[in-house]
């Protein structure tokens, strides 16, 4: 292993809010040192100059789209292991030595299980998926450990997709490798749920997952999004 144990590449766009608690978080639920990367695809809420002043994080600045950002961020990580961790979601307890403990029993890529920060029925219900081990029940708010010799041969996210970067990732991981789903959760904050209503937006939600598992392209997904999501 290089000095840092994992490397934590967190892509960000306008999320100050969500990176101070985050990062006092990740600090707090780690057993050992780990990089921290944050690339920034363009904010403009104060997130860059606040990073700029922080000890003990990377940042890129970079143009938006999560794929190309992750990305970036996987260029420069100096650990073996690569953590893609969302801004509102949440690791668990000790989740760096959980994965490091997966790692050393030849799991080269997984996630955790997933859990919402609302006690909804509907997101628990969705929740409750994430705890087979398919593609079909995988998303980048569960967050993505990944061996980056493996994420290099894979040749990393695939920035055509704006939408559903991670599952894209996922799909080819499943299809060649295996893939871990650890028992405990990473927590995922509910806003957008509680701002655009549970029901319609886990609607939306399905009819992306069921548009990505008929084979429609990038392009349409991204144009569903856009007209009934965004």
């Given amino acids: 292993m290089n000095k840092a144990y994992l490397s934590i590449i ?10 101070e608690e985050l ?13 921290i990367i944050v690339v920034d695809g363009g904010s403009s809420d104060g997130s860059i100059e606040w990073l700029e002043r922080k000890e003990g994080i990377t940042l890129i600045q970079t143009k938006k789209g999560r794929a190309h950002q992750q990305n970036e961020g996987a260029k420069i990580a100096t650990s073996e292991i690569l953590y893609f961790l ?11 030595e959980i994965i490091y403990t997966a790692y050393t029993k030849n799991n080269k890529a997984g996630c955790f299980r997933l859990g919402f920060s609302s006690n909804h029925w509907a997101l628990s219900l969705a929740a409750s998926a994430s705890r087979f081990n398919s593609r079909y029940c ?9 061996q980056k ?8 996210f695939n920035e055509e997709y704006i939408i559903c970067e991670d599952g894209e990732l996922i799909d080819r991981i499943y299809k060649h490798h295996s893939f871990c789903v650890l028992p405990q959760k990473v927590i995922t904050s509910s806003r957008r749920f509680t701002e655009n209503g549970v029901l319609r937006l886990q609607f939306h939600f399905m009819m992306i997952h069921i548009l990505r598992a008929l084979g429609k392209s990038h392009a349409t997904l991204h144009k569903y999004y856009c007209q009934f999501v965004k």
Avoid at 10 to 19: A, G
Avoid at 86 to 96: G, I, L, N, Q, Y
Avoid at 149 to 156: E, I, P, Y
């Fill in 10 to 19: 967190i892509p960000v766009l306008n999320e100050l809010e969500q990176l």
């Fill in 23 to 35: 990062t006092t978080i990740l600090k707090k639920r780690s057993v050992f040192h780990n990089e």
């Fill in 86 to 96: 969302h801004a509102d979601s949440r690791p668990p307890k000790e989740f760096d």
């Fill in 138 to 146: 995988r998303g980048g708010d569960q967050s993505l450990f990944i």
């Fill in 149 to 156: 010799k493996l994420f290099n041969t894979l040749n990393g």
